[in-house]
């Protein structure tokens, strides 16, 4: 019965076309016709499915690992990834890091990847920054109170201050812009912790997106540890059905209203809720029980957008599960007769689409 509810709903879904790049000027042609398809239906929303891969610990991605991002792109073209990379891959030696740096290039030129920032407070970046490494607090331990991280890894970015931030910013963009990637525009600090000083951080540095906001209930899938409860930011108004928000000057939360946190293209910084949480943290089962919990809303004619991530060090071995759960939204935006759409798409192409219906 559950698997016949499923295949009923996909079959009232469209879906988007594949695309193949021969040149940069079929490929310009190729990204103004995919930004196109991202346009919702006339009688429903738009469900935007968005895919993050997180680079935690770039130096232990393995060839495998490697091989099952690069495959997972194969099997699903129509997929828009927002690959959230990590310079510390330049501060610790990284065994894959050219393969690394072409993967990500090639999806950005050939498969209109995104390439964003994600950062952990591990000692070789932040001094590579000129900043004073910290190992306290830790979001992985019982309490806030007394813990700490000698690593950093666990050390949430929003524990240094506003002046630290932006030198770990500029460090960060400079690495960018020495290896060819170009101005990142969306943001997410490890573990997903955030605040204000860090959200108006990012926003005064260029980025456009946060890619944070992050479900702490049970409602759905396994939780962090006590201690990122009470340091992350985050609280019950995140769920797992979230849609994207601007930020507002007063709160991290989508509680918040006017005036919003304003960026460098005039529009309000965004916030994308990381809403299907993470690899380890739940099923494909879950995965798609949530996605159809944005279908159900988009019906009502107002679009959402599902996030699904994925951390670069465990693809291969969450392979199967997130192959799954694309086939499943490929299913999804096949069918042309839909009420809803369903579409891939970027965290900056879902912030502009939202932009855009916002005005």
Same mark, same amino acid.
């Given at each position: =019965?559950?698997?016949?509810?499923?295949?009923?709903?996909?079959?009232?879904?469209?879906?988007?076309?594949?695309v193949?790049?021969?040149?940069?000027?079929?490929?310009?042609?190729?990204?103004?016709?995919?930004?196109?398809?991202?346009?919702?239906?006339?009688?429903?929303?738009?469900?935007f499915v968005?895919?993050?891969?997180?680079?935690?610990?770039?130096?232990?991605?393995?060839?495998?690992?490697?091989?099952?991002?690069q495959?997972?792109?194969?099997?699903?073209?129509?997929?828009?990834?927002?690959?959230?990379?990590?310079?510390?891959?330049?501060?610790?030696?990284?065994?894959?890091?050219?393969?690394?740096?072409?993967?990500?290039?090639e999806?950005?030129?050939?498969?209109?990847?995104?390439?964003?920032?994600?950062?952990?407070?591990?000692?070789?970046?932040?001094?590579?920054?000129?900043?004073?490494?910290?190992i306290?607090?830790?979001?992985?331990?019982?309490?806030a109170?007394?813990?700490?991280?000698?690593?950093?890894?666990?050390?949430?970015?929003?524990?240094?201050?506003?002046?630290?931030?932006?030198?770990?910013?500029?460090?960060?963009?400079?690495?960018?812009?020495?290896?060819?990637?170009?101005v990142?525009?969306?943001?997410?600090?490890?573990?997903?912790?955030?605040?204000?000083?860090?959200?108006n951080?990012?926003?005064?540095?260029?980025?456009?997106?946060?890619?944070?906001?992050?479900?702490?209930?049970?409602?759905?899938?396994?939780?962090?540890?006590?201690?990122?409860?009470?340091l992350?930011?985050?609280?019950?108004?995140?769920?797992?059905?979230?849609?994207?928000?601007?930020i507002?000057?007063?709160?991290?939360?989508?509680?918040?209203t006017?005036?919003?946190?304003?960026?460098v293209?005039?529009?309000?910084?965004?916030e994308?809720?990381?809403?299907?949480?993470i690899?380890w =943290?739940?099923?494909?089962?879950? =995965?798609? =029980?949530i996605?159809?919990?944005?279908?159900?809303?988009?019906?009502?004619?107002r679009?959402?957008a599902?996030?699904?991530?994925?951390?670069?060090?465990?693809a291969?071995?969450y392979?199967?599960?997130?192959?799954?759960?694309?086939e499943?939204?490929?299913?999804?935006?096949?069918?042309?007769?839909?009420?809803?759409?369903?579409?891939?798409?970027?965290?900056?192409?879902?912030?502009?689409?939202?932009?855009?219906?916002?005005?």
């Amino acid at each position: =019965m559950k698997h016949l509810l499923l295949t009923t709903i996909a079959a009232v879904l469209l879906g988007a076309s594949t695309v193949e790049v021969f040149g940069e000027e079929k490929r310009q042609k190729q990204i103004a016709s995919s930004n196109k398809e991202l346009t919702g239906s006339t009688n429903g929303g738009t469900v935007f499915v968005t895919l993050v891969s997180h680079f935690d610990r770039p130096w232990t991605m393995s060839s495998k690992d490697l091989a099952a991002l690069q495959t997972l792109t194969k099997n699903h073209p129509k997929v828009r990834w927002t690959h959230l990379f990590n310079p510390v891959s330049y501060t610790t030696p990284t065994p894959l890091l050219e393969n690394i740096e072409t993967f990500l290039k090639e999806s950005q030129k050939k498969h209109f990847a995104e390439i964003g920032v994600h950062l952990h407070m591990y000692q070789t970046f932040v001094e590579g920054a000129g900043v004073e490494f910290r190992i306290k607090p830790s979001v992985s331990a019982k309490q806030a109170k007394g813990s700490f991280d000698r690593s950093g890894y666990s050390v949430p970015m929003s524990a240094y201050t506003g002046e630290e931030i932006l030198l770990m910013l500029d460090f960060t963009l400079a690495q960018f812009k020495s290896r060819g990637f170009g101005v990142p525009k969306t943001f997410c600090a490890g573990f997903y912790t955030t605040s204000l000083e860090l959200q108006n951080k990012i926003a005064l540095k260029g980025f456009t997106s946060s890619a944070a906001a992050f479900p702490p209930g049970k409602e759905v899938g396994s939780q962090y540890a006590p201690s990122w409860h009470e340091l992350a930011g985050w609280d019950t108004s995140v769920t797992i059905r979230s849609v994207p928000y601007r930020i507002s000057k007063s709160t991290i939360l989508p509680t918040g209203t006017q005036p919003f946190i304003q960026t460098v293209d005039g529009n309000p910084l965004v916030e994308i809720p990381q809403n299907c949480k993470i690899d380890w =943290m739940v099923t494909a089962e879950d =995965m798609k =029980m949530i996605i159809n919990h944005h279908v159900r809303f988009a019906k009502k004619g107002r679009s959402t957008a599902v996030c699904l991530a994925i951390h670069e060090g465990s693809a291969d071995r969450y392979f199967t599960k997130f192959n799954d759960v694309l086939e499943y939204v490929d299913d999804l935006s096949a069918n042309r007769n839909a009420q809803v759409k369903v579409r891939y798409a970027t965290v900056s192409q879902v912030r502009a689409k939202f932009i855009e219906h916002w005005k």
